[in-house]
């Protein structure tokens, strides 16, 4: 009878892990409102999956694009019409609310845009800060 007391403990673990998880501060929502988001700083710990949830409020569509400079300067010019398979990219329809997990593992200043046609020049713009130990 070693594979039970084994089984448990390690049962007992998860559960302790998972609780963890939800709820916790690497959780995070932002609202789109009035062609904003808000906040627009989140802040997060490094190498921990986040899951956000984007809720848009607004009667038109926008999207939620966060990653490095590079990864903006290739959106600005991009044509994707649609997101929605790469977590740190998501398309909001109007009045939608949409949850992705995106884990970013070296610290520093990521910020999130929305890349429709003027919508970062009116100031859709935040930063994810993530944060080392
Ligand atoms: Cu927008």
Redesign the pocket.
């Known amino acids: 009878m070693v594979r039970p007391a084994l089984v448990l403990p390690a049962a007992a673990l998860l559960l302790l892990l998972c609780t963890g998880c939800s709820g916790g501060a690497a959780d995070a929502v932002i609202v ?1 409102r009035y ?1 904003r988001f808000v906040p627009d700083v989140v802040t997060a710990p490094a190498g921990v999956p986040v899951r956000i949830t984007l809720r848009n409020d ?1 009667p ?4 939620w694009i966060v990653g490095t400079e590079k990864v903006h300067a290739r959106h600005r010019t991009g044509t994707e019409p649609y997101h929605d398979e790469i977590p740190t990219e998501v398309t ?1 329809p109007a009045l939608s609310e949409r949850v992705t997990t995106v884990v970013f593992d070296e610290p520093g200043e990521y910020r999130y845009i ?3 046609p003027g ?1 970062e020049d ?1 100031g ?1 713009v935040g930063v994810l800060r993530v944060v080392g130990d």
């Open positions: 789109v062609s607004d038109i569509e926008h999207e909001l929305c890349h429709l919508h009116y859709m």
